[in-house]
């Protein structure tokens, strides 16, 4: 098993489409980490092709410089979206109420969830559904920091270590038939010793975790 019953437990356990009812209209990561992500889009994204931001907001960080065919974008609220200028269109749905995803198989180049997967509480249901939809050779790009809605995020991901949250969602590729091993990007800011003393500056860590759809089509 993936992870235990209570390991997909939160501490706030009110339905999640209650407390994304208001819009955030902020961002839940420093520019830094941004522009990280941004440049990892841009490295690793074709142009013309077709993306799913997954657990989307009302931005989407992806270079403006790049067109793409088609950005599907998902969220738990409609606001944020409507606000989104780089979807095409999305929809609205509460993943851990409903993990299956309403798009066609193998019908993305990339999927992409941004500072955003510790929400999920089945990861393998959600993972096995971005499998389905992407493309052979399609890449899914998981990113995050050390920020969360603590109360939100689950007991996995909130009783681990920085390292230990990079091991899971490795775990959450390799549980899932199709993936290549995931590639580990990481990139911790360098703070002068005084700072690191004092707990002061640096910019928030970025973590990504990527892997490829490497299977073919299954003929029927
Ligand atoms: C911290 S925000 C990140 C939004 C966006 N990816 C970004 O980079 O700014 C977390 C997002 O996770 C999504 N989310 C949280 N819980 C969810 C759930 N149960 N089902 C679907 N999406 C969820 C919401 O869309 C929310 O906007």
């Given amino acids: 098993m993936l992870l235990r019953p209570e390991q997909r437990t939160k501490i706030d356990s009110s339905n999640d489409t209650d407390f994304y009812a208001l819009p955030r209209l902020v961002t839940h990561v ?31 960080h992806l270079p403006d410089d790049l067109n793409f065919a088609h950005v599907e974008g998902h969220g738990l609220n409609e606001e944020e979206l ?30 992409l969830i941004a500072v955003s997967v510790q929400y999920l509480q089945y990861p393998d249901a959600v993972f096995s559904e971005i499998h389905r939809i992407l493309k052979p050779g399609g890449k899914a790009i998981v990113s995050f920091s050390n920020r969360m809605f603590y109360q939100k995020a689950i007991a996995a991901w909130r009783d681990n270590s920085e390292p230990g949250r990079i091991e899971l969602v490795k775990r959450y590729f390799h549980s899932t038939q199709g993936f290549s091993s995931p590639e580990v990007i990481v990139q911790k800011p360098v703070k002068p010793l005084i700072m690191q003393m004092l707990g002061l500056g640096g910019s928030d860590p970025f973590y990504a975790v990527m892997a490829t759809r490497t299977d073919p089509l299954t003929p029927v």
């Fill in 30 to 60: 420093d520019e830094t980490f941004i522009d990280r992500l941004t440049q990892l889009y841009r490295d690793q994204l074709q142009p013309n092709s077709r993306i799913l931001d997954l657990m989307s907001s009302w931005v989407s």
């Fill in 82 to 111: 409507s606000k989104n200028r780089r979807l095409d269109h999305y929809f609205v749905q509460n993943l851990n109420d409903n993990p299956k995803i309403p798009l066609p198989d193998t019908d993305f180049d990339a999927v």
